[in-house]
Structure formats: C-alpha cells, structure tokens
C-alpha cells in the first residue's frame, strides 16, 4: 500500500514519539492496525485536537510509505464522539480493556472489516449503556471467535458462572453473573487470553479493581 488513502479509523492508542509528536495506533475499517507518526499532535492542539484519544472514530487520510513500519497521519475528522465515557473511569477502563485486546491481537496491516465493526459496536455500546460485567463477557467471547481463537475453556469456573456464560453465549439478554462470580469470571479470561496472546492485558488489572 503505498500513497494518500481514506480510511474510517479507530484509535487504538497514542504514545509519545520525538520531541513533540505522537505514534497512533490505528485500527483501520480498510487497512487493519496501522501505526501512523502525527507530527506536531503534542506541540499544536488545533492540529488534531481532540481527534487522537483513545477510543475515537475517525474519518482520515493515511500516508503510507513503502519500506516503513511508520506511516504519517494526515487530515482527520472525529466523526463519533465519546462523551460519557470521558466522564466515567469505569467505561474509560473498560475501553481501554477492549481496544487493548485487540491491539494484541492482531497484525500489522491485516485487514478485517468485520473486527473493524465489532470493536466499534462495542465502544458505541460502551458509550451508550455502560459496562457490565455480562457485557464484558460477551465481548470476550466475541473477540475469542472473531480472531479464530474458538470458544475459551470454562475449565475452572464455578457451575452458576458457566451457566451464565453459556446464556449469555446464546443471545440471553436476561443472563446475570452472581455477584460472588464476577472477579472469578475476570480472572479466567485473564488466564485465557495470556493462553492465546502469552500475557494478559496490562488494563485488566482496573477491571478487577
């Protein structure tokens, strides 16, 4: 790929790069995860404003460049902005759970509209209803499956909780973990995807805070 493209995009994260840019991780509806350099970002704030936060949805050019593991960010749009989760630590942890896995879970440059589509179904979701720890599962399970994993082991888990995940697994709105369950339920995907990825996401350690 090579030259100026369009592309819907969602930040995956941003970390400093240079004296007064920043590395964007980007997960691409055309392009998969692309790490894009947007120079001048922490120098100007009219440049992008609040355009690279984690979690924004984006309508942007992309500069790609043969030979490089870096592209360069061009012009972008936020075109879905988050405000309640901007106000609430609980869905900012949960986002940044999310955007985490997938993150770790896919490659460079693999394109994958229909993750591009799940992972913003669920900061939509996120944004609009908040997080639960049903939720959470679920987009465990949806991750698990959309990225080839197949189904997690529910080796371990109590009976009511691998109960509730089966429900849930089913298209059971109604499904709810005991309260005595949830940080088991945590702790077992924590173990899954350290199976899968070989570690757990560092932003797991929130949730069961």
């Known amino acids: 790929m090579t030259g100026r493209q369009r592309t819907a995009a969602l930040v995956l994260k941003t970390r400093a790069f240079g004296d007064d840019a920043l590395i964007v991780d980007l997960l691409c509806e055309q392009f998969g995860r692309v790490s ?3 120079r001048g970002a922490r120098k100007s704030v009219k440049r992008y404003g609040g355009a690279l936060e984690m979690g924004a949805r984006l309508d942007t050019e992309v500069r790609f460049a043969p030979g490089r593991d ?3 960010l061009g012009a972008c749009e936020v075109t879905t902005p988050l405000r309640k989760i901007r106000e609430d630590l609980d869905r900012i942890h949960s986002l940044a759970y999310l ?9 460079e440059g693999a394109g994958d509209a229909a993750l591009y589509t799940l992972a913003c179904g669920m900061v939509d979701t996120l944004e609009q209803v908040g997080p639960t720890p049903e939720l959470l599962a679920l987009w465990d399970l949806a991750l698990f499956g959309r990225l080839g994993y197949g189904p997690p082991s529910m080796a371990g888990l109590s009976d009511a909780a691998r109960a509730t995940l089966e429900r849930l697994s089913a298209g059971d709105a109604e499904a709810r973990f005991a309260e ?4 088991g339920v945590r702790r077992h995907f924590d173990h899954q995807w350290t199976r899968v990825l070989g570690q757990a ?8 805070a």
């Open 70 to 72: 870096l592209h360069t």
């Open 180 to 183: 005595s369950d949830v940080q």
């Open 36 to 38: 894009v350099v947007a």
């Open 99 to 107: 955007l985490e896995l997938v993150r770790l879970s896919t490659r």
């Open 201 to 208: 996401p560092r932003s797991a350690r929130f949730l069961a």
